[in-house]
């Protein structure tokens, strides 16, 4: 089987790095993005088999991504994002918008593993 392609957006180069290793050590093709409009340009030339996005992102929120793939794209691809404003507002937000799984910073990398391969079981292998 082909590796999962997994976009991840984080602003935070030292954590974008970290996640990526973590990801690629557990099989996946990861594509960094560090801003919301690198991320959107990124989406309309394909879409990943799943998405990670902090909330707070220049250009465009992790919020406005959840909306943009659903809405403008019409995308059911797992989006899970992460932030260190995990206050009820952003959380609602988040899940309202469509996003599948929302994770607080500090991100535990195993957590996030977890959960990763728990949204790829729930989307591609129902």
Excluded: W
Excluded at 31 to 56: Q, T
Excluded at 59 to 76: A, H, K, P, T
């Amino acid at each position: 089987m082909d590796k999962r392609k997994l976009l991840l957006a984080e602003d935070d180069q030292m954590l974008a790095s970290l996640l990526k290793y973590r990801l690629e050590r557990d099989g996946y093709e990861v594509v960094i993005e560090f801003d919301g409009r690198s991320v959107k340009e990124n989406l309309e030339v394909a879409i990943p088999d799943i998405v990670i996005s902090d909330i707070m992102m220049p250009y465009f929120s992790g919020i406005e991504l959840v909306d943009y793939v659903r809405n403008q794209l019409n995308s059911d691809v797992p989006i899970i994002l992460i932030s260190a404003a995990s206050n009820d507002e952003n959380i609602v937000s988040a899940f309202e918008m469509g996003a599948n799984d929302f994770i607080a910073k500090p991100v535990s990398p195993s957590e996030l593993m977890v959960r990763v391969s728990r949204e790829i079981k729930r989307h591609y292998c129902t």
